[in-house]
């Protein structure tokens, strides 16, 4: 079992920088792909960015490839979203997700485990 716990949300103004953070409980989370998924009001949940456990290979959405970089720190148990040069379309609830394995990283029903999201507000 993995308990996934988001923060670093927040308001920001167009053109600014967050880190998100997803926190995970266990002691097994570096045998863990990550993902990061986004869901803006009145819109489907979509990928974001993932980071395989086995290869270390990073995947990124179109729409945010050379402006977000997903990291991992394993002895920390924890996940990271830099977010720069942000835009208001990015404005959304972020949620950090969590496969036992590297199966298809930029789909949702490929992750078991699921943080309750953090919400990310970007002003024109």
């Known amino acids: 079992q993995v308990q996934l716990v988001e923060s670093g949300g927040g308001l920001v103004q167009a053109g600014g920088s967050l880190r998100l953070s997803c926190a995970a409980s266990?002691?097994?989370?570096?045998?863990?792909?990550m993902g990061w998924f986004r869901q803006a009001p009145g819109k489907e949940r979509e990928f974001v960015a993932a980071i395989s456990w086995i290869s270390g290979n990073t995947y990124y959405a179109d729409s945010v490839k050379g402006r977000f970089t997903i990291t991992r720190d394993n002895p920390k148990n924890t996940v990271y979203l830099q977010m720069n040069s942000l835009k208001p379309e990015d404005t959304a609830v972020y949620s950090c997700a969590a496969q036992y394995g590297a199966v298809r990283l930029t789909l949702m029903e490929e992750y078991i485990y699921w943080g309750r999201g953090t919400q990310v507000t970007v002003s024109s």
């Open positions: 266990g002691r097994t989370f570096s045998s863990y792909s």
